[in-house]
């Protein structure tokens, strides 16, 4: 997993939510497009809430430009 690699979180929870955004916008039959990622990484020591998330981003960036619709981050050290 990219979040494992990248950033070898003490904590990592990754939770598919799509189920609860059938039929919305953006929600695709077959789900996995809507995620809740609670993550504690030494790697995201000292950064802002929001220098955290856009390094996930980074990473994630491949899944967000597809198949990922929504991803909702709990990130810090």
Not at 13 to 39: I, K, N
Not at 46 to 66: C, F, N, P, T
Request: net charge neutral; proline share 4%; no cysteine.
């Amino acid at each position: 997993m990219k979040l494992r690699e990248n950033f070898a979180p003490r904590e990592l929870e990754v939770v598919d939510e799509s189920h609860l955004h059938a039929g919305h916008a953006g929600a695709p039959d077959g789900g996995q497009s809507h995620f809740r990622v609670r993550m504690r990484a030494e790697a995201l020591s000292g950064l802002s809430r929001v220098a955290a998330q856009r390094k996930i981003y980074a990473v994630l960036k491949d899944e967000m430009a597809g198949p990922v619709h929504a991803l909702a981050l709990d990130v810090g050290a």
